[in-house]
């Protein structure tokens, strides 16, 4: 059909009424993507969907996921070989992984009421295996759990205990130098990464160490004691490895998530279908449409119909 007849038929407008309903952006690109269809299999199967989500609506609630993001962009940085995205990253695009399975198994037991939505909800290629890899494994803010891998459990128990370690020796160090006068304040802090006591800058040549850092005024350096010098080293090599591992676990879970990159794709495109029919169904039942009857003949008999 050719734009001025569409223009005139207000289609698009039509398509800016269903939009509202729509609930993810995978719907919203399959809204974006729908038009005129002239192929009687096809117009037949459109139909029966259309009333079938109607019904689900009504009698089993509104059809499709809400609350996801768009998983375009990650599915992009994803895709060129050896790519290693961030952890938020892999996280949503593990919770549309999740969503498209749930809505899978959410028809898949109850195929016999709505045997044509199930047909769609079954093409949702089964991404469990995936999912339960890394699943529960990403912090809301990014972090990775320490159940993440045995090496990173191990690695972040070693830096805990070193710190208590170092915290303890900084402490002891600060009580026999405040008795002496040398302290501007009498904390542990941490500068460049390394466990530091603050020290009186006229004070400096009184307390052995490596200083890393003054304060703003100038009054106060930043002292790493000499007895504190291995911890402190050992404390930054095993935050390298804890990097490292975090670092391996992404690279490993991305490449996971690119083998299975086709059906994340395609579980994408059913979840958007059935979310625009969810659309649909919405807009049919507030509209109090109805699905029109036998479209096969070349004539169409539209008794009491006003547009939309």
Not at 6 to 13: G, I, K, P, S, V
Request: include cysteine; glycine fraction near 8%.
């Amino acid at each position: 059909m050719d734009p001025r007849t569409l223009t005139a038929l207000e289609f698009d407008a039509l398509k800016n009424l269903i939009a509202p309903f729509i609930r993810t952006p995978l719907g919203h690109r399959a809204l974006g993507a729908l038009g005129p269809c002239w192929d009687a299999a096809e117009i037949a199967k459109r139909k029966t969907l259309s009333s079938e989500a109607m019904r689900h609506h009504l009698d089993g609630g509104r059809l499709g996921p809400g609350g996801l993001e768009d998983p375009g962009p990650i599915l992009e940085r994803l895709r060129p070989e050896g790519a290693v995205i961030e952890a938020i990253p892999i996280s949503r695009l593990v919770g549309v992984m999740q969503a498209a399975d749930d809505l899978r198994l959410s028809l898949a037991a109850s195929r016999q009421g709505w045997p044509h939505l199930w047909e769609v909800a079954s093409g949702i290629p089964d991404l469990r295996g995936a999912t339960r890899v890394i699943a529960g494994k990403i912090a809301a803010d990014g972090r990775l759990e320490d159940s993440a891998s045995p090496d990173l459990a191990r690695i972040r128990h070693r830096i805990v205990d070193l710190e208590a370690r170092l915290e303890r020796s900084l402490q002891s160090i600060l009580e026999r130098t405040a008795e002496r006068g040398l302290l501007q304040d009498s904390f542990v802090t941490i500068r460049n990464g390394r466990f530091v006591i603050p020290v009186r800058a006229e004070s400096r040549a009184s307390v052995p160490g490596i200083v890393h850092g003054a304060s703003g005024t100038g009054a106060t350096v930043f002292v790493e004691p000499m007895e504190t010098l291995e911890p402190n080293n050992e404390l930054v090599t095993l935050r390298d490895e804890e990097l490292g591992e975090i670092h391996r676990l992404l690279a490993e879970w991305s490449e996971l998530l690119r083998t299975r990159l086709a059906e994340i794709e395609t579980a994408c495109a059913r979840i958007g279908h059935l979310d625009l029919l969810g659309a649909v169904a919405v807009f049919g039942v507030n509209y109090r449409c109805t699905v029109a009857g036998d479209t096969r003949s070349s004539q169409l008999l539209l008794a009491d119909a006003r547009h939309p």
